[in-house]
T-cell receptor, first 111, second 113 residues
Framework: AQSVTQLGSHVSVSEGALVLLRCNYSSSVPPYLFWYVQYPNQGLQLLLKYTTGATLVKGINGFEAEFKKSETSFHLTKPSAHMSDAAEYFCAVSSNYQLIWGAGTKLIIKP | DGGITQSPKYLFRKEGQNVTLSCEQNLNHDAMYWYRQDPGQGLRLIYYSQIVNDFQKGDIAEGYSVSREKKESFPLTVTSAQKNPTAFYLC????????????FGEGSRLTVL
């Protein structure tokens, strides 16, 4: 069965610092991988996705993620954090047209 | 503007009452989904529908019911059989060929008193 693990329920970084949110998955087939963002009391919004091809994927708001098959990882990064990045981030893997979700990581930005 | 509209945004009900959450989309998407979100647990799938007049149970369907009479609409009823209904409910839709790329509504927060 496929699964997704997000390391750290909360991650705190200073404004301007590197953001790194970790996601590891297990999958018996080549995965489709996704990152979503959720602002307080709102729905989720797709940040970026990996299906096939280039392993470094760029998304909205300056985020990017790299698919590393050997490490079964799909970590999300952003070079410089902004206060507006404070939100909860979810990693997901596609399985039989459904999504398997990680538990989410809350990103806290310190001024 | 195209999108998904959920209503109501906040809902309070007494124990033992059924409640229905509305979800409407004008994106012309075939697939629609209902998720439940609880703190620290991510999203759990309640029901999904890939076509009108057909729907399937997700991981936590017990105590919930849905209908899909129109492509645009996928209402969720939280019945009195649901043991712990207080939660944030999210509706989403997708183009079937691009499953995994979900468009979400803004959610409905249900509190049972």
């Amino acid at each position: 069965a496929q699964s997704v693990t997000q390391l750290g329920s909360h991650v705190s970084v200073s404004e301007g610092a590197l953001v790194l949110l970790r996601c590891n998955y297990s999958s018996s087939v080549p995965p489709y991988l996704f990152w979503y963002v959720q602002y307080p009391n709102q729905g989720l919004q797709l940040l970026l996705k990996y299906t096939t091809g280039a392993t470094l994927v760029k998304g909205i708001n300056g985020f990017e993620a790299e698919f590393k098959k050997s490490e079964t990882s799909f970590h999300l990064t952003k070079p410089s954090a902004h206060m507006s990045d404070a939100a909860e981030y979810f990693c997901a893997v596609s399985s039989n047209y459904q999504l398997i979700w990680g538990a989410g990581t809350k990103l806290i930005i310190k001024p | 503007d195209g999108g998904i509209t959920q209503s109501p945004k906040y809902l309070f009900r007494k124990e033992g009452q059924n409640v229905t959450l509305s979800c409407e989309q004008n994106l012309n998407h075939d697939a629609m989904y209902w998720y439940r979100q609880d703190p620290g647990q991510g999203l759990r799938l309640i029901y999904y529908s890939q076509i009108v007049n057909d729907f399937q149970k997700g991981d936590i369907a017990e105590g919930y019911s849905v209908s899909r009479e129109k492509k645009e609409s996928f209402p969720l009823t939280v019945t009195s059989a649901q043991k712990n209904p207080t939660a944030f409910y999210l509706c989403a839709s997708s183009i079937e060929e691009r499953a995994g790329e979900l468009f979400f509504g803004e959610g409905s927060r249900l509190t049972v008193l």
